[in-house]
């Protein structure tokens, strides 16, 4: 986007199941903590995932601003000093020449001066967006998330761009309220259809006031010590060492009916 977060959930839904005959040893190092889901919400408001008929959507509006745009372009006025006067052009009437000489270098200083003030304030307006422009980038590149991009397209693609610009420079973090945008399509689309640029800025920052950072807990993995066959939780670890146990055993004595008769126990209660 011009001015200024998908959230990692970790799914762990595989069964682990124990083989009839026998329980295979795993020696896997444990799975690094789950960190905390990073989360921007508005208060009030329930975020609402992008689907393709969004993504339509908002491209429909973006070409519809875009060829807008470019009418407008084609038909501002453009200032005309117009051709330097000529004798002739004055029916060689010399006081009317000298009058309208005069007029014609007063109306080309101003054009001048005209372009010289516009180009100095586009310097200054220029410069100040782009540190606005670049404290936005170092606030969304802090952001946990990975989606930002799209989160900016998004808004880009929807909004007026002197709204853009707004958010980007005077929003308090606008990375935040960019991302909030994307979270929440449906102040997208108010913001896009509200004809008043003045009321479309206050409601962002109405909007921004509620914005709320959130961490969530993501789902914890299944118990390691526990694996669950039907409704009969197993002691892994136990299960393990006493197999382990009769095993050695049986390679001393050659005699395998203990171990037989363990895993039938075992089969037995859990399957209740």
């Not at 970790?10 to 896997?28: F, G, V």
């Not at 038909?75 to 014609?104: H, I, N, S």
Request: charged share 35%.
């Amino acid at each position: 986007m011009a001015d200024e977060h998908n959230e990692d959930v970790l799914d762990l839904t595989e069964e682990q199941q124990i083989d009839d005959e026998t329980l295979e040893e795993t020696s896997e190092a444990p799975e690094a903590e789950a960190q905390d889901e990073f989360a921007i919400e508005l208060e009030g408001e329930e975020p609402v995932e992008e689907t393709p008929l969004i993504r339509q959507l908002r491209a429909e509006v973006r070409d519809a601003k875009r060829e807008l745009a470019e009418r407008r372009k084609a038909d501002a006025p453009q200032v005309v000093v117009g051709e330097r006067p000529t004798l002739e052009a004055c029916d060689y009437d010399e006081d009317k020449f000298a009058t309208e000489l005069e007029q014609w270098h007063e109306r080309k200083a101003q054009a001048a001066e005209n372009e010289r003030k516009a180009e100095q304030a586009a310097q200054v307006r220029n410069q100040e967006f782009e540190r606005a422009v670049s404290t936005y980038r170092s606030k969304a590149a802090a952001l946990p998330v990975k989606d930002f991009q799209q989160a900016e397209e998004a808004v880009r693609g929807a909004l007026p761009e002197l709204l853009q610009s707004a958010i980007i420079q005077y929003a308090d973090d606008p990375a935040k309220v960019v991302y909030a945008l994307y979270k929440h399509p449906q102040k997208i689309a108010q913001l896009a259809d509200e004809p008043d640029p003045i009321k479309a800025i206050k409601a962002v920052w109405n909007m921004e006031r509620n914005i709320k950072v959130a961490t969530r807990k993501p789902p914890p993995p299944p118990m390691a010590a526990n694996i669950q066959r039907g409704s009969a939780p197993v002691a892994a670890n136990d299960y393990d060492k006493q197999l382990e146990a009769l095993e050695k055993k049986a390679e001393r004595t050659g005699n395998r009916t203990e171990v037989i008769a363990f895993k039938r126990a075992h089969r037995e209660k859990a399957n209740g």
